[in-house]
């Protein structure tokens, strides 16, 4: 028999829609970091699972315009989360010479149960919060078996690692002096200027050298889009590296460590370290795995040896921060767009 869905039906299930301005996030999220945390890490658990659909990104890139693109990350994940939603986001590095931020980003989450888009969030500080509170997991995960690294290198002195310091120190990470590398000064200190603020000791190092034979975590969050770091030897005292960026390490760096990922189909494509790797070995050997291996117990991290995450940034991870957000917009200031759905009616 089949059962017929009304048209008064449709209307009244028929989801409100939301709009979360970037106040709103930030608000949500700037008391939240430690949850935030949780939230990705049970991201990471539900897609290791196999409960999350999670396809390739798609890069909208302009022949006029190399160095910037538009990526689109849809994804779906079930669970806890139970959630549908697609972000796009645009990397235009030559918005850093106006004073505007690199990155910008909008996300719509869908209903699982309609299909009907239920929100569109400000998504930049979304995708900020979910690559730092990846980075500060894989920092927790990947260093359980070794002495806490004490001095923290940051290479790239923008938007993410500032966020990414800031989860770092959410966690419980205390430091005994930062170092920072920056092809602009001015950014630099601007960082080591912020950190200082939170009583923690910075220095500007004049070259990526010194400060990564200096530091025993270290940080890469540049828009580099070719490797520039070359010498394995940098990385004698076996740091561990959080590869924010994916394309700063040459091969010759990535086989000299163990290398884990948050999902190898998607980290080794679109000219990332890895991918290059891969490309010049023709294997995948120089993988040890996964950060969901790590968190099941699956992989030991090696006590000793230099480490490398190199994290693509799942659709995943943003889908789980959005819907917390969404959970807490509306007492935070969302705005309610009523009547956002106009045919509700299948024939008027």
Not at 216 to 222: E, G, S, Y
Not at 270 to 299: C, I, K, M, P
Not at 302 to 325: E, N, R
Not at 330 to 339: E, L, M, S
Request: aromatic share 6%; hydrophobic share 45%; glycine share 8%.
């Amino acid at each position: 028999m089949t059962i017929a869905v009304t048209d008064l039906d449709a209307a009244q299930t028929a989801p409100s829609f939301t709009v979360v301005p970037g106040a709103v996030v930030h608000q949500v999220l700037d008391g939240a970091r430690r949850e935030v945390i949780d939230v990705v890490e049970e991201a990471y658990r539900t897609h290791g699972a196999g409960a999350t659909v999670n396809p390739p990104s798609y890069f909208l890139r302009f022949p006029e315009r190399p160095a910037s693109r538009i990526i689109a990350l849809p994804a779906s994940a079930g669970g806890a989360i139970g959630v549908d939603g697609i972000k796009w986001i645009s990397s235009f590095p030559g918005n850093i010479a106006s004073g505007l931020p690199r990155a910008s980003a909008v996300m719509i989450l869908n209903d699982q149960r309609t299909g009907y888009p239920t929100a569109c969030l400000e998504a930049s500080i979304i995708s900020a919060a979910r690559t730092a509170a990846s980075a500060a997991l894989a920092a927790r995960t990947l260093t359980a078996g070794r002495s806490a690294p004490r001095r923290l290198g940051i290479v790239g002195a923008g938007l993410i690692s500032r966020y990414v310091y800031e989860y770092l120190r959410a966690d419980g990470w205390e430091f005994e002096r930062i170092g920072i590398h920056d092809l602009s000064a001015e950014h630099a200190g601007g960082l080591r200027d912020r950190i200082e603020r939170d009583g923690v000791p910075a220095e500007v190092h004049p070259d990526a050298e010194s400060l990564v034979r200096g530091s025993d975590l270290i940080v890469f969050a540049t828009v580099a889009a070719t490797p520039h770091i070359d010498a394995p030897e940098w990385f004698d005292h076996h740091p561990v590296v959080l590869h924010v960026s994916l394309r700063d390490l040459a091969p010759s760096v990535i086989r000299a460590a163990a290398n884990f990922v948050d999902d190898a189909d998607h980290c080794l494509r679109a000219a990332t370290s890895v991918h290059l790797t891969e490309q010049e070995t023709g294997n995948r050997n120089f993988l040890a795995g996964t950060l969901y291996d790590v968190l099941t117990g699956a992989v030991v991290p090696p006590a000793a040896g230099t480490i490398v995450f190199s994290p693509f940034g799942l659709g995943v991870l943003d889908l789980a921060v959005a819907k917390l957000v969404q959970g807490r917009a509306r007492d935070a200031g969302a705005i309610t767009v009523d009547g956002f759905f106009h045919e509700l009616r299948r024939h008027g």
